[in-house]
């Protein structure tokens, strides 16, 4: 059985690396996931990966979300052959092309692909403003695109909390979740740019297999006591999915 940091992803959501490293060397020990986003990526490049498994992270997702024509997706994954990357993103729509679905290649060194659903700021009302049917509803979606990437050779997704329940049933357990919006029960975030947004506890419960958590951790006055915290609540539901509490 996995222990509870282990299901914990961090988000390395910060303007450069020395705040990264500060970060990194701190939570390397409780942290089973290290998620570098786009901001820091683009300041940084492809040297603070390296970096990064040089500070203690286990593994590492790149959340690129990724969005492009097929055989331009393709050549960027090829490129990243070699970069200690364990994941990386791509947006669910890039995975069709004219000729139809689009399969990811496999290879050693190339890093694993995570299918972005639909972003987690978006709600039911957004996809009516974005031209959707009144008839297909946000979990319709999800579901679709969520198939989408298992046919193309993703090795799971990342949806919110409250369509990781489906996900999982209709996939099964091989099929990873990573579930961002993550909010733990004692944190509280000002400005929040999620719409959907779910506790450490009801993630795991609902089958997630990775959580993300990032300013809850970040804005702590002690990080590595509220990484602790968010174990403790993932513990928790590992323990009562076990004894099958509902």
């Not at 990064?52 to 994954?77: C, E, Q, V």
């Not at 890093?111 to 319709?140: C, F, H, N, W």
Request: a neutral charge; charged letters at 25%; hydrophobic letters at 40%.
């Amino acid at each position: 059985m996995l222990e509870p940091k282990e299901y914990l992803c961090f988000a390395l959501d910060v303007p450069n690396a020395e705040q990264a490293e500060r970060y990194v060397r701190l939570l390397a020990e409780d942290i089973g996931l290290f998620k570098v986003g786009l901001e820091l990526f683009v300041k940084e490049g492809p040297a603070l990966i390296e970096a990064i498994k040089s500070w203690g992270a286990k593994k590492i997702f790149l959340d690129l979300k990724l969005f492009d024509i097929p055989r331009t997706l393709s050549r960027a994954r090829q490129a990243m052959t070699g970069l200690s990357v364990d994941y990386v993103s791509v947006h669910c729509e890039s995975l069709r092309g004219r000729a139809g679905q689009y399969h990811m290649e496999s290879g050693p060194g190339l890093p694993q692909m995570l299918g972005v659903t639909l972003l987690t700021s978006l709600s039911e009302a957004d996809l009516k403003l974005l031209g959707y049917s009144s008839r297909i509803s946000l979990a319709d979606v999800i579901l679709l695109r969520a198939e989408m990437a298992q046919k193309a050779g993703c090795v799971g997704v990342i949806c919110s909390g409250g369509e990781t329940e489906r996900i999982r049933d209709r996939f099964g357990n091989d099929f990873l979740i990573l579930t961002p919006g993550i909010r733990p029960e004692w944190a509280k975030v000002e400005s929040e740019d999620q719409s959907r947004v779910f506790t450490p506890y009801e993630a795991i419960r609902a089958g997630a297999r990775y959580i993300v958590v990032g300013r809850p951790i970040r804005s702590a006055a002690d990080p590595v006591v509220a990484a602790k915290k968010v174990q403790e609540e993932i513990a928790r539901a590992l323990e009562d999915s076990q004894r099958g509490i509902t």
